[in-house]
């Protein structure tokens, strides 16, 4: 923390040598000398709030992380803010706080930090009640106070180091320059040679890094998941691409799904080989050949002449929400073609914050290459064509598409699980959502075509007629990757101003800036929690799926009847 101390300390007594260097005085405590007082402060308040409730339940060193990162981040801002006065009123120094200040100060945090971890026991515990997991035991809540103690002392150490560096550097240029120039310049040229070094050298290094780790993760074969037989998997007999260049998600989608004997005990027989074809980012130079090969694959199949197209989009891995796939197959009885591609080998969180614009064109090649190859066909021979996928695949899977209108008007419907708020065609529906209907579960021209549901009985809602096609986003009242966005640092949102969703605690308060750290958090443990709830989406996407393609022959007892049967294969 830079602002932490000028030439002399913020709220400490000015060194000896400068006050009066005939006289010094005594020489405070070392902790009053280490710390300002206001900062300290300030880090205990923001420890206290990170421990206010928030979407989903953590452990006591997850939370004594992030409640010893928020801890830092006050300090930070109350070092910072006593500085900019100081600098305003053109003062050296600020009064020393007296002894029986740090006295009180260090009795109200043992006060404050008892009370706020026996509100972080009873807030827990509700939130773990609303998402059906164990409550932590007893001895799991003074741990956590201890550990945000622990880290945040740690968090506020290092800036200390970066400080003392800043001091010295500050104390070289002074031979030759004034202090205030000498200060300017040192935090700039420090600034600007750390955001080189982190787009350069280190983001280079780190991401060279990355991608060998993840790359050797998705050229791995698992023994588990062995080439097809069959001509009709990407991979298999006379496939254009080969199994090793699948990647390794990329094979675990292509061995995965239900067999015919599966399909024939749900449907009672005639079932058929569903078809699941694959390009991996091995598979060929660039995007645009990859989307290419992967429809070439979908026409050797023979998946145009299935009854069901669907273009999924895939996270960054390559992964595909089984349940999603596997519903579509058991409803149509295997009469199904789906084709995918791989983009990336980053995991969706990293891929979201480097790869974002190869999700967008990747999916965009993929169902342009799909749709031209279905428009070819004589119109009453089409199959219908769908789009599908989950968080970073919901992303892509709107890209293609500039809005609902078109969505509807080129697809025969459309599934999107757990939106990000970088989701165009989301957050545009959200934002002109009908009055009275909330963020979290909003309702848009009156669902005439689109339906927002939490739980599969909101596929009902409103009452009004459903349209065709239609569009489903499944979105979890808890989930943070749908929720998160940079304006919760000043912003309340909406759906923490309107009443809340069925698994958020009423206890949850926006606080400007600890708001954003808590929700940012956990989206870290965002799947760690029973299906229904985070970002966790596998039974409700028979009642969605179900919805939207409305099978012949399929039945509400069908659809109960293959909930329990849906896995995510993550």
Known sequence: MTETETKTRADDSEPAAEVDTAAPPAKSDWWVRHYTFFGTALGLVFVWLSMTPSLLPRGPLFQGLVSGAAGAIGYGIGVFAVWLIRYMRSKNISPPAPRWAWIVLV???????????????????????????????FWDHPLTAVLAIVFLFAFVELGQLVGRLVRFLVRQLERVAPPRISAVVVVTLLLALSIALLNGIVVRGAMSTLNSTFKSVNNEENPDFAAPTTALRSGGPASLVTWSSLGHQGRVFIAGGPTVEDLDEFNGGRAIEPIRAYAGLNSADD?????????????????????????ANTTGTGWINEAEASALEYMYNGNTAIVSMQYSFLPSWLSFLVDKENARQSSQALFEAVDALVREMPEAQRPKLVVFGESLGSFGGEAPFLSLNNLIARTDG??????????????????????????????FDKGENVRFAAKAENLGRPAEPWGQPRVVYLQHASDPIAWWNP????????????????????????IPVVTFLQVSADMAVAVDVPDGHG??????????????MQPPGWTP??????????RSDE
């Open 414 to 443: 459309a599934l999107f699980s757990g939106p990000t708020f970088n989701n165009t065609i989301w957050t545009n529906l959200t934002l002109n959502r009908d009055a009275g209907s909330p963020e979290w579960l909003p309702i």
């Open 107 to 137: 009795v109200v945090g043992v006060v404050g930090q008892t009370l706020s971890i026996i509100w972080f026991h009873v807030w827990q515990d509700d939130v773990r009640d609303f998402m059906g997991v164990p409550r932590l035991s």
């Open 557 to 566: 007892e069908k659809t109960e009847k293959l909930r329990p049967l849906l």
């Open 287 to 311: 995007f645009k050949a990859t989307a290419e090969l992967a429809a070439r694959e979908l026409q050797r199949t023979g998946g145009l002449n299935r009854a069901v197209v669907a273009v």
């Open 487 to 510: 304006d919760l640092l000043f912003a309340k949102p909406d759906w923490l101003r309107e009443p809340r969703g069925y698994d958020v605690s009423p206890e949850m308060e926006w």
């Open 535 to 548: 970002h966790v989406y596998v039974r409700d996407v028979a009642n969605a799926w179900a919805a939207i």
